[in-house]
């Protein structure tokens, strides 16, 4: 297999001739996208038989950062996302030409279908009802497929967190919370903190709820991770599948409605995301009726546990737009946890 490669430099024509099983003559690139734990770059190939031979542009994804100690687990899951489980499950997302990376995860190379001219949902300005249904309707291609599959615990980047994983992580939030708070002081209101330290002490008990409603999670399905279509046709596609897991269905379902749409957006448009979301369930196989609203309820803990840790753990260099994000995101999914009142269910 080919070595994975950490630059896009080195994305040689060679190399990528080695990768793709065609002669490339030349490449170009250019970069695109605003990831946290990682970067994107556009190719524009050349091959040696001429026009025809191969996609003419793809999209290579590499690590970013110098220490990647606590984001390599996660290049390990994307990785093994389109190696193992993609052709599994009936979610739209790009193809992948190939996926290589080191023992560790350190250091890994994606190259995935170009959608262009698709474009990313914008997190900060949030979206309608439209293409939140569309979301939520691709959502469900993924979590119908292997819903309630014992095998996704045989997989080795997906194992399931016990108790004591579970108390871990509760603590390692906290301590997030903290840098958090410090960090953001002077944007938060005084009444953020206490709710987040309540998220944390709920997380070992939520962490581990009804686990005989499971699936395979994306664990940050969110607007900047999704590719709408132009034009309005309902097209979207997911992408960046590094938090990839197993765990309850309502934490993706709720993480997407409560980071993505502005509050009033989301109170009155839940109940029809929610039974959009079911109606397309049942054409994966779940039985009618499985989901409802109070799944939602449980899974609105996801978003400060998601947007806390990514704001706390992210290897890129902080900017005015991540800052922006994550406390769009934070402030959203608190409103969202005070209406629907997760604690009550956990």
């Known amino acids: 297999m080919n070595r994975p490669v950490d630059h896009v430099d080195e994305l040689t024509p060679t190399w990528l001739s080695h990768a793709l099983g065609v002669g490339v003559a030349a490449v170009a690139t250019e970069p695109i996208g605003h990831g946290q734990i990682g970067e994107n770059h556009r190719l524009f190939l050349t091959y040696e038989a001429g026009p025809g031979t191969g996609p003419p542009t793809l999209v290579a994804k590499f690590g970013a950062g110098t220490d990647r100690s606590i984001v390599a687990g996660g290049y390990r899951k994307e990785v093994a996302f389109y190696r193992d489980f993609a052709a599994t499950v009936a979610v739209r997302t790009p193809g992948c030409h190939h996926a290589a990376r080191n023992d560790d995860g350190s250091v890994f190379t994606l190259l995935l279908d170009d959608l262009a001219p698709a474009e990313p949902g914008d997190q900060l300005a949030g979206c309608g009802p439209a293409r939140a249904r569309a979301a939520v309707v691709n959502l469900a291609g993924l979590h119908g497929p292997r819903w309630g599959d014992p095998a996704l615990f045989d997989h080795p980047e997906l ?13 390692i939030f906290d301590g997030a919370v903290t840098t958090f708070v410090d960090r953001y002081r002077a944007d938060l209101d005084g009444g953020v903190e206490p709710l987040l330290r309540r998220v944390a002490g709920a997380i070992p008990s939520w962490i581990t709820a009804q686990p005989e409603r499971f699936t395979l999670l994306h664990g940050d399905y969110r607007l900047d991770n999704l590719l709408f279509a132009p034009g309005g046709d309902g097209g979207v ?9 197993v765990g309850h269905p309502g934490r993706d379902l709720a993480y997407f409605c409560e980071t993505s749409l502005e509050p009033e957006v989301r109170r009155a448009h839940q109940d029809d995301l929610v039974a959009s979301y079911s109606e397309a369930l049942a054409g994966h196989g779940v039985a009618p009726g499985t989901v409802g609203l109070d799944d939602l309820r449980l899974g609105t803990l996801q978003g400060p546990l998601i947007t806390v840790l990514g704001a706390v753990y992210a290897t890129a260099e902080r900017s005015e737009r991540a800052d922006a994000m994550f406390l769009t995101m934070l402030r959203r999914s608190l409103a969202a946890i005070e209406d629907l009142d997760p604690f009550a269910l956990v």
């Open 159 to 171: 194992e399931g967190v016990d108790p004591e994983g579970a108390a871990f992580l509760g603590d």
């Open 237 to 245: 596609h997911a992408v960046d599948w590094q938090t990839l897991t």
